[in-house]
């Protein structure tokens, strides 16, 4: 288990009865024609498909046509056709990167986006690219997608690479897999409102 994910299973508290996925990654792999970092791996294996607080929103591979299911995707024509999308926060990055090689692995309930710029054999080496609705640019970060979460969650970048600053720093922050977010909502009972 690497450094991060102990760091991140020491920040976050686990809400509910479900806690992780079992993906069949060699299949899913081979259908998105593409290695998933390790440290996503053991994310999902600890966490899985949820979210943070209500407001950051992890999603798992699915193999499907179906564009309504939720999960790990390229993004959608719409935004790569969106010129409002395609700002960098830095030129020289919109010159070294492209919006189709971003994979999407999250997002946040103020429109952010979070995904890896998928590039070269390594899964470990991709970076991070952040859309943050509040610049209305993207932003690259050099670190995995749990360190990230970590940093995040600490308060450790320069500046909050999110639109929304309520995370960072905060004190016991709670994960809820969808499962039981599914289940909570029908009982009438929305975690997040309290």
Known sequence: MSSHIVQLRQLLTILGEEAGDSIDWKATE??????FPEDYKEFIRTF????IEGMIGVKI????????VRRVDTL???ALE???????????LGEKYRLTQILVWGDTDSADTLGWIVGGPDPEKWPLAV????????????????EFLVK??????????????????LENPRFLHDRDEERLAE???????E
């Open 131 to 146: 859309y943050s609705r509040g610049d209305a640019a993207w932003s690259v970060y050099h670190c995995g997608m749990v």
């Open 152 to 169: 995040l969650l600490r308060g450790e970048f320069t500046e909050c690479p999110i639109s929304d600053t309520s995370l960072v720093g």
């Open 30 to 35: 081979a259908a998105y024609n593409v290695v």
């Open 61 to 68: 591979p699915i193999v499907t046509s179906d564009p309504t």
């Open 187 to 193: 009982q009438g009972i929305y975690p997040w409102d």
């Open 82 to 92: 969106n010129p409002d999308v395609s700002k960098w926060i830095r030129p020289d």
């Open 48 to 51: 899985g498909n949820g979210t």
């Open 76 to 78: 959608p024509r719409p």
